[in-house]
């Protein structure tokens, strides 16, 4: 560890003790950084100084930010948190905003003062709100003046003060930020290994995890996933849905494209029919959303000519092959599937265009290692299914967390997910492994289920999971969003599962099927299958007590 510049010690203080950390590589030279490292000056002042001020770095519908707008922006939002707000170095302050230029500028004016930033979901409520704050023992944020109820709503019920400073409507930022003077700012000196980002997991299931997160790891998603697998350049515009404090968006649409000095359409809600025409607006070249955007779009693709896009980042959740195929038969573009994860900040595996397999998640990301293991921590032959584990210049350090024991074990980090490795190299999701359903002794991945059903023609969405039976312990269980004009119907029931039966080995079919409105998902995007499980469990109850 380094000499650190954090003055409250807080986050090292509770970072997981050296033997429960996993261990870290830096096999390429790009990974190793400099023993003082401040990020926000790599990915913002390196750029000014280095003539590129006047260069485009940030838009939305409203404004457009040059790199030098941005660092003025960053230098006077820095000067307000430690001149006017008491900031000092480590301290965590927590970030409420959607994706705007103004919620980039207070993530790096945190960063560039030395302190720790914890963004939140704009979607969450004040109870959701205090758990971050008590766990993250936060004393200061920022927040957009459009979300400031929820948050005071917090802020009410918080262990300890908590003082909110918001900007837009009604808030006080802007007039602080015009102070003279305020318009330099020297970053903090800070260690490589300083956290600068806390990112709390979506908790489906249990409390939230606060991930902790490098300056130097912030530098290697870029130089790992961007430089070897995505590969952008300066004149690209990154666009996409997930919010800035889903990592998946803080890497995708501000870290990817601020390291390569290039720019970012930035969407306050970015639903699939906002998106397209965004698209085509703008003219964005790299395009980040889950598979299920990716699905909504397909049939309205005609409406809009999205033709300067060149690249699209399919995470999140597994991309089923039926919508790889769509997409490329529909834009002429390979889908860039690619597993990431809060914990690892970014993505870990996933393989560049001409080197992508249909169905397959894709090989390790250059500087990331890759293995699929047995339940005693030994690697399984190639073929087998296991659990995903993976190694390298990221990885697991939750704040203060018992459940750090049980994702890094074996000297790797373990995810969560079953895979298989084929004999190139390439990992095949199978699903997260407690979503296994057994039934009548067979292993059955939903996943693979979904992603049959989904060539149907008449299946729009599709969630499937095991549901209590008392002959065969669980049933495979489908719960289907229906595309318009299709009714489901019993003959329709039959249809689909003949067409299962045709496709897959017919015992993985689903022996029930539901039909629903839409399906229940997190604010990442993720489906809930706890939730249709817990769905199914009723229903099975029901029909036990009906029979
Ligand atoms: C699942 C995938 C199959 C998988 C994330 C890109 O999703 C992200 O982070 P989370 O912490 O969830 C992690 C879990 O999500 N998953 C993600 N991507 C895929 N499953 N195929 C995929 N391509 O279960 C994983 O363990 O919310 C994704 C970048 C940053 C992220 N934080």
């Known amino acids: 560890m380094h000499r650190s510049a954090h003055a409250d010690t807080f986050t090292r203080e509770n970072l997981p003790p050296a033997e429960l950390q996993p261990p870290f590589l830096f096999p390429l030279p790009e990974l190793d950084y400099p023993e003082r490292l401040n990020c926000a000056v790599e990915f913002i002042d390196r750029h000014v100084e280095a003539g590129h001020g006047n260069a485009p770095c940030l838009l939305s519908p409203t404004q457009s930010w040059t790199y030098g707008e941005l660092q003025e922006r960053v230098n006077r939002i820095a000067n307000v948190l430690v001149r006017d707000l008491g900031l000092v170095p480590g301290n965590r302050v927590l970030l409420r905003a959607p994706n705007t230029p103004m919620l980039v500028a207070a993530v790096f004016a ?4 030395g302190g720790v930033v914890v963004c939140t979901m704009p979607m969450l409520r004040a109870k959701e709100l205090a758990y971050p704050i008590a ?9 957009d003046g459009s979300l400031r109820d929820e948050l005071e709503k917090a802020q009410a019920a918080a262990p300890a003060p908590l003082a909110i400073t918001c900007w837009g409507e009604g808030g006080a930022l802007e007039s602080l930020m015009a102070q003279p003077g305020y318009e330099h700012f020297v970053a903090v000196d800070t260690a490589q290994d300083d956290v600068c980002l806390i990112g709390f997991t979506s908790g489906t299931t249990g409390e939230p995890k606060g991930t902790m997160h490098f300056h130097r790891d912030m ?27 889903f990592t ?3 890497g995708g649409l501000v870290l990817f494209p601020l390291r390569v000095g290039a720019s970012a359409v930035l969407l306050e809600a970015a639903p699939p029919d906002r998106l397209l025409p965004t698209i085509a607006q703008f003219g964005a070249t790299i395009c980040f959303t889950a598979p299920t955007a990716y699905r909504a779009m397909l049939p ?11 690249k699209c980042v399919s995470a999140g959740e597994a991309l089923p092959v039926s919508t790889f195929e769509a997409w490329k038969a529909a834009t002429g573009l390979p889908l860039m599937d690619g597993i990431g994860a809060t914990e690892m900040l970014h993505i870990f595996i996933g393989s560049p265009e001409e080197e992508i397999r249909p ?10 290692e890759a293995a699929v293991l047995d339940e005693a921590g030994q690697p399984v032959a190639d073929g087998i299914v296991g659990r995903l584990a993976v190694r390298g210049p990221t990885g697991c350090r939750y704040l ?23 004999a190139d190299g390439y990992f095949w999701y199978q699903a997260r492994s407690d979503d296994m359903i057994v039934s009548s002794g067979y292993n059955i991945a939903g996943p693979e289920v979904e992603s049959c059903l989904l060539t149907h023609p008449a299946v729009a969405e599709c969630g499937v999971v095991g549901q209590p039976d008392a002959e065969r312990g669980m049933i495979v269980k489908a719960y289907i969003v229906l595309k318009p004009g299709q009714e489901g119907t019993p003959a329709f029931t039959k249809a689909l599962q003949d067409f299962v039966k045709a496709e897959i ?5 689903p022996r029930a099927i539901a039909y629903v409105a839409a399906l229940p998902r997190t604010n990442t995007g993720k489906l809930q299958r706890f939730e249709l499980r817990r769905m199914a469990s009723e229903e099975s109850a029901a029909q036990r007590i009906a029979s």
């Open 400 to 422: 203060a967390d018992e459940r750090q024991r049980k994702y890094v074990a074996h000297g790797w980090n373990i995810t969560g997910d079953s895979y298989r490795r084929d």
């Open 219 to 245: 530098l290697a998603i870029c130089d790992a996933y961007a430089r070897h697998v995505l590969k952008p350049v300066p004149s690209d515009r990154f666009i996409g849905s997930p919010p800035l404090a």
């Open 248 to 250: 998946f968006g803080l």
């Open 505 to 509: 080995a017919p015992y993985k079919y």
């Open 135 to 143: 766990k993250a023992r936060i004393s200061l944020a920022l927040c």
């Open 359 to 368: 169905g397959a998640t894709g090989r390790p990301v250059p500087g990331y």
């Open 110 to 113: 945190v960063i560039k003062a």
């Open 300 to 310: 309205k693709l005609g409406e809009h000519d999205i033709g300067s896009l060149r």
